[in-house]
């Protein structure tokens, strides 16, 4: 009877930890962030302008993004998931289900490949810029669009195609798709930016600021594009 039981029990804790307690974390989390943000808004009421600039050049978040794509005048930073097509993906996938053979035939996997890096979407004046970095802070892939060649510009919801040909997270991101020459790109992004891998300060009054200064102003970039 225990043999059935355990499972059973097992299984219920993890519904309440994932349906319950977690939504309840978060939305601490995220009440607790508002109020840090909009603090920081009257603090610095009228000087927006040159508190960002210190950040560019001083925060440990943006200064090794405003070093990577060489421009001071960013004017929003978001996080968002990698960029890969179908064939990236399955690809992964391949090598996911080959190491969990192998693990189970020498008991030695091979590490699992998914989004666990760094990804961000970088905005300034001119350009878009798409950036990938390493958990040691590496960038390891730099795409940079011309906003005057970036046509057809649409944000809306995950579709069950993206979660296809994309893996796209739905409910987590939302779906940026332009029109860059004669390809058609797709980027999934968050409503915030996370932590820069070589940033030492993760606490929620620092990550407040950064991403009222920087996420905030990406999320009204793409508002007049939204279908859904």
């Given amino acids: ?58 925060n440990e978040h943006i200064k090794p993004i405003a070093f990577q794509i060489n421009e001071q005048d960013i004017i929003a930073v978001i996080s968002c998931q ?8 399955l690809r992964q996938q391949a090598v996911n289900m080959a190491g969990r053979a192998l693990g189970k035939l020498t008991g030695v996997g091979v590490k699992e490949v998914d989004n666990t890096e760094h990804y961000y979407l970088a905005l300034t004046n001119n350009k878009l810029h798409y950036l990938h970095y390493a958990e040691n802070g590496q960038c390891k892939e730099h795409l940079s669009f011309e906003r005057s060649r970036m046509n057809n510009l649409e944000v809306g919801k995950i579709t069950s195609a993206d979660m296809l ?26 409503d915030k930016m996370y932590a820069h891998p070589l940033a030492k300060n993760h606490n929620l009054a620092d990550v407040a600021k950064v991403n009222y200064l920087f996420a905030k102003p990406f999320l009204a970039f793409v508002q007049p594009f939204r279908t859904s």
Wanted: hydrophobic letters at 40%; proline letters at 2%.
């Fill in 82 to 89: 990698e960029k890969r097509e179908t064939k990236d993906f």
């Fill in 1 to 58: 009877m225990w043999i059935i039981a355990i499972p059973i029990v097992f299984i219920a804790l993890f519904m309440v930890y994932s349906y319950v307690i977690v939504p309840k974390m978060n939305a601490s989390y995220e009440a607790k962030i508002g109020k840090a943000s909009d603090d920081f808004a009257q603090q610095i009421a009228g000087r927006e302008t040159e508190i960002k600039a210190q950040f560019i050049r001083d």
């Fill in 165 to 190: 040909k994309n893996n796209a997270h739905a409910g987590d991101t939302e779906r940026f798709s332009f029109e860059s020459g004669d390809t058609q790109y797709k980027f999934f992004f968050y």
